[in-house]
């Protein structure tokens, strides 16, 4: 509802008494909604959602109606919108304190070109897995196996081909995990020097691989340090018979098993067993 409508509804005294039922009724909108028009039968009955809306403009702006003065905003120098937009281009990762430090202006006001005058915003960047030279025509060659020699996609009973691959991965999971001190503060009157302990010294790693099966999860199989063929070699040979217990000895038959160019998969003794497992 639009500030000018509510002037014309809702005196000072109700909306004094709307706030009042609102709290008696802790904040519940549809009991406050109910008790408003018991108790004032002949007053024009309140929507729920008007309770939490006249709530919260109460405390964002200390008044019952949004203020009608015009937002005044300050008109800044160009030649230092140009300078910042400028700094961002010949570096987008820095801070909005460096470029202050380096405009000598505050980095509040650099804060608030970026955001309104630029229209800029600060996006996250996500963490990717390193490509090597030779990895793009291995995608691109898997690729065309797959759909030219295998799938018709055009054919709805090709797509069985690919549930019969056991799709394979590791990730290394760390004791330490991650955290994003940008967005850790403790706010008072003078520094307090906090600091955060953490374990660093004591750090330890586990190796998870899992699998994935048409519709079913093989796995998750826990390793406990790092990979290397020997382990690799017997977990093939053994674990994963285990792993592939509930999987009907038909689907075993026809699996093919992929996995990644990890040094542990590509040894020879690995590649013996898989020639052994998962012949041509």
């Not at 090709?158 to 967005?183: C, P, Q, T, Y």
């Not at 998969?265 to 041509?280: E, G």
């Given at each position: 509802?639009?500030?000018?409508?509510?002037?014309?509804?809702?005196?000072?005294?109700?909306?004094?008494?709307?706030?009042?039922?609102?709290?008696?009724?802790?904040?519940?909108?549809?009991?406050?909604?109910?008790?408003?028009?018991?108790?004032?039968?002949?007053?024009?009955?309140?929507?729920?959602?008007?309770?939490?809306?006249?709530?919260?403009?109460?405390?964002?702006?200390?008044?019952?109606?949004?203020?009608?003065?015009?937002?005044?905003?300050?008109?800044?120098?160009?030649?230092?919108?140009?300078?910042?937009?400028?700094?961002?281009?010949?570096?987008?990762?820095?801070?909005?304190?460096?470029?202050?430090?380096?405009?000598?202006?505050?980095?509040?006001?650099?804060?608030?070109?970026?955001?309104?005058?630029?229209?800029?915003?600060?996006?996250?960047?996500?963490?990717?897995?390193?490509?090597?030279?030779?990895?793009?025509?291995?995608?691109?060659?898997?690729?065309?196996?797959?759909?030219?020699?295998?799938?018709?996609?055009?054919?709805?009973?090709?797509?069985?081909?690919?549930?019969?691959?056991?799709?394979?991965?590791?990730?290394?999971?760390?004791?330490?995990?991650?955290?994003?001190?940008?967005?850790?503060?403790?706010?008072?009157?003078?520094?307090?020097?906090?600091?955060?302990?953490?374990?660093?010294?004591?750090?330890?790693?586990?190796?998870?691989?899992?699998?994935?099966?048409?519709?079913?999860?093989?796995?998750?199989?826990?390793?406990?340090?790092?990979?290397?063929?020997?382990?690799?070699?017997?977990?093939?040979?053994?674990?994963?018979?285990?792993?592939?217990?509930?999987?009907?000895?038909?689907?075993?038959?026809?699996?093919?098993f992929q996995q990644d160019g990890h040094p542990a998969h590509t040894s020879r003794l690995t590649r013996a067993v898989l020639n052994r497992k998962f012949p041509c």
């Amino acid at each position: 509802m639009e500030p000018e409508m509510e002037r014309n509804h809702y005196s000072f005294e109700e909306l004094t008494d709307i706030i009042l039922i609102y709290g008696e009724c802790r904040k519940n909108q549809r009991q406050a909604a109910t008790l408003y028009a018991q108790r004032f039968p002949d007053r024009r009955h309140v929507d729920h959602g008007f309770f939490h809306r006249l709530c919260e403009r109460l405390k964002r702006n200390g008044q019952f109606y949004k203020s009608t003065k015009p937002i005044h905003v300050p008109q800044r120098n160009q030649e230092i919108i140009d300078a910042v937009h400028e700094a961002l281009m010949e570096n987008p990762y820095t801070s909005t304190r460096a470029i202050a430090t380096d405009l000598n202006i505050s980095h509040i006001t650099v804060h608030r070109i970026i955001k309104h005058s630029l229209g800029w915003h600060p996006f996250k960047r996500h963490t990717t897995q390193r490509l090597i030279p030779g990895d793009m025509l291995r995608r691109l060659n898997f690729c065309e196996w797959i759909i030219i020699d295998h799938v018709n996609f055009n054919d709805a009973g090709n797509e069985i081909f690919l549930k019969h691959i056991l799709w394979s991965d590791e990730a290394v999971f760390g004791s330490d995990g991650s955290i994003n001190r940008h967005n850790e503060h403790h706010y008072a009157e003078h520094n307090p020097h906090c600091m955060k302990t953490t374990n660093v010294q004591g750090r330890w790693t586990v190796n998870v691989w899992i699998g994935i099966l048409g519709d079913k999860i093989i796995g998750p199989e826990f390793i406990q340090g790092n990979v290397n063929a020997q382990y690799y070699a017997n977990f093939l040979t053994h674990r994963l018979e285990e792993l592939l217990e509930d999987v009907p000895l038909a689907n075993r038959m026809e699996m093919m098993f992929q996995q990644d160019g990890h040094p542990a998969h590509t040894s020879r003794l690995t590649r013996a067993v898989l020639n052994r497992k998962f012949p041509c």
